[in-house]
């Protein structure tokens, strides 16, 4: 199989050199060979691969008809070879591309075209079953097996799934007729999903109609998600945006979602599933995130939370027309902890809640959870808030015996609805402070003058996340 474009010629691109560097080497490569610019691009990743090669080199075929699921594993199966020497990417061209599932390899980059779609098989063979997760017991949909995701990976190191905005398309339509139906019988494929791994990256791209989720790191340090736009329909079932679960040192920034669910939910587990696992999802950022979401969270903690989320820094979040900004979700019988949550710079227009805590979510895996497995609920903070157009300010409902505290809430402006609900602030089982809020505060959450609160403050210090940074590389669309 011949290999193209920076093959064995580019390896010098997969050290971390100047952009300068890059640039001559695109057009010391166009111009000896008097082919035209387009044949070199560049994009930014967290790290450059020596070789490359096409779908299309393996037999795929971007007719929207053509099953390419076998040149996808075969290119990528070939590619592996290069992992210990400067590692490799796998050029999508402009086309559509059907496909079922496909495994990943480490050292390896999918980078997609601008005028790329990826097209989800709707045919259940082509997804594999493979176990739920260890941190859930069992499926999301139905017990037992799951499918496997689309863009698969597990046990890896160093992927880069990106593109010039290229168009991932789970076709999930189909999916979601079946699942409202009830004529599923194992969970839903995601569209990405990375386990047990290190060093990712997903970047750059447009993903559409997934079965389910869309993006899922899980079991996973040193992720950065950056520049997806995701869209589903509003009324289509489970279709969160990006769920990091049971993840550390994860960067989530610049995404546009539009979600039949929750645009971000952090997840750790499930019950004593989760509690035996105890993996916590811990050190992640997210920022500049805009999400429209009718029925879910802009930002969701749980419910799936047993194995602990701690570290949680969100800034800079715009929503439109979505339920509720922040949402804390949990139940007796979850275990684990939510705490050290720093949520700043929120603008919110069209909200049925801004703020939302409930500890009886409810939903469990099985009948075995402990009742006595009662989470922990701390040091919860927001500031620099401004909402318009809300129906309630907020519903926070703790645990009985057990209430959530550490509650902290400054500088937040709530403008309300045309028709509101008479009562704003709905507490219970909760404990906190709040400064210069307004409409005013339950008691539970006792006003301590303006500019009194300090326990609010974002903290300062730069979290790990921030060392995880991009690279300008450079590799061919054609072969020479």
């Known amino acids: 199989m011949e290999l193209w474009a920076s093959a064995r010629r580019s390896k010098v691109s997969g050290a971390v050199v100047g952009l300068g560097y890059l640039v001559l080497l695109c057009t010391i490569g166009v111009e000896s060979r008097k082919s035209s610019k387009r044949d070199c691009f560049e994009y930014a990743a967290i790290s450059c691969r020596a070789y490359s090669a096409s779908v299309s080199d393996f037999g795929g075929v971007g007719d929207g008809t053509t099953v390419n699921t076998e040149a996808f594993r075969a290119a990528i199966d070939h590619l592996s070879q ?43 063979s082509e997804y594999p079953l493979i176990e739920p997760l260890p941190s859930y017991g069992r499926g999301r949909d139905a017990d037992g097996a799951r499918f496997s995701s689309l863009i698969f990976g597990n046990n890896l190191t160093d992927v880069v799934i990106t593109g010039a905005n290229g168009t991932i398309d789970g076709q999930g339509e189909l999916w979601w007729t079946k699942f409202r139906a009830g004529k599923l019988n194992n969970t839903r494929p995601y569209l990405i999903e990375i ?76 019950d004593e599933y989760g509690i035996a696992f105890g993996m916590p999802t811990k050190r992640l950022v997210i920022r500049r995130l805009t999400c429209i979401s009718p029925t879910s969270a802009v930002i969701a903690l749980g419910s799936e939370m047993s ?38 710079g929120m603008t919110l227009k ?16 099985d009948n075995n959870y402990d009742p006595n497995a009662i989470p922990v609920i701390q040091n919860i903070n927001y500031r620099d808030v401004v909402a318009e157009n809300v129906t309630m300010a907020a519903r926070l409902e703790g645990i009985p015996g057990d209430p959530f505290t550490g509650i902290c809430m400054s500088n937040v402006t709530i403008s309300l609805a045309q028709n509101p609900k008479k009562l704003q602030w709905n507490c219970s089982d909760v404990a906190g402070i709040t400064s210069e809020v307004t409409p005013k505060p339950c008691d539970l959450l006792p006003d301590q003058g303006q500019g009194k609160i300090r326990a609010c403050n974002y903290p300062e210090d730069n979290s790990p996340t921030e060392n995880m940074e991009v690279q300008t590389c450079s590799s061919f669309r054609n072969r020479w």
Not at 250 to 262: A, F, L, M, N
Request: proline share 5%; charged share 15%.
């Open 82 to 124: 290069f992992s210990s020497e400067g590692g490799s990417l796998l050029y999508v061209p402009p086309g559509r591309w059907l496909t079922g599932s496909f495994n990943l390899t480490s050292y390896f980059t999918l980078y997609l075209d601008k005028d790329a779609v990826l097209l989800g098989s709707q045919d259940e």
């Open 195 to 270: 386990m047990f791994s290190t060093s990712i990256q997903i970047s750059n791209l447009t993903l559409i109609n997934s079965p389910s989720w869309n993006v899922h790191p899980v079991y996973c340090s040193n992720v950065v998600v950056q520049g997806l736009t995701i869209l589903a329909p509003v009324r289509s079932p489970n279709t969160d945006g990006i769920n990091p679960d049971s993840c550390t040192n994860t960067r989530i920034q610049d995404c546009y979602i539009v979600s039949g669910d929750d645009c971000v939910a952090v997840k750790s587990g499930w």
């Open 307 to 344: 194995g602990g989320i701690e570290d949680v820094r969100a800034e800079d979040i715009t929503a439109i027309n979505s339920e509720s900004g922040v949402r804390i979700k949990t139940a007796v019988g979850r275990g684990g902890y939510v705490k050290d949550i720093y949520v700043r």
């Open 350 to 365: 069209t909200m049925k809640w801004v703020f939302w805590m409930t500890g009886n979510y409810g939903s469990h895996p």
